[in-house]
Nanobody, 124 residues
Framework: QVQLVESGGGLVQAGGSLRLSCGASGRSFSSSAMGWFRQAPGKAREFVAA????????RYADSVKGRFTISRDNAKNSVALQMNSLKPEDTALYYCAANPSGFIGTVSGAYPYWGQGTQVTVSS
């Protein structure tokens, strides 16, 4: 089992940056693939980024490639999402998710463990 808690969300102007963090507890973290997803009001939850258990492999949604960077620190049981050049369309509730199987999925169903989310609002 993995418990996840996100932090770092907030209000930022377009073009600005935010760094989201996800703290994890549980023995499975270091072997888990980790992902970030987001959900805007009235829209479905969508994939943002994912990282392998080692940090050596990453995947990104086309909409955030070149602007967002996912990373993890297994010694600190944490995963981060650095978000640069933010746009109003990035406004959403951002969720951290864990997949103990290690598969770096891009669909929410691949991740059995989820945090409560942290709100990101980008003003124009």
């Amino acid at each position: 089992q993995v418990q996840l808690v996100e932090s770092g969300g907030g209000l930022v102007q377009a073009g600005g940056s935010l760094r989201l963090s996800c703290g994890a507890s549980g023995r499975s973290f270091s072997s888990s693939a980790m992902g970030w997803f987001r959900q805007a009001p009235g829209k479905a939850r969508e994939f943002v980024a994912a990282v392998s258990w080692s940090g050596g492999s990453t995947r990104y949604a086309d909409s955030v490639k070149g602007r967002f960077t996912i990373s993890r620190d297994n010694a600190k049981n944490s995963v981060a999402l650095q978000m640069n050049s933010l746009k109003p369309e990035d406004t959403a509730l951002y969720y951290c998710a864990a997949n103990p199987s290690g598969f770096i999925g891009t669909v929410s169903g691949a991740y059995p463990y989820w945090g409560q989310g942290t709100q990101v609002t980008v003003s124009s």
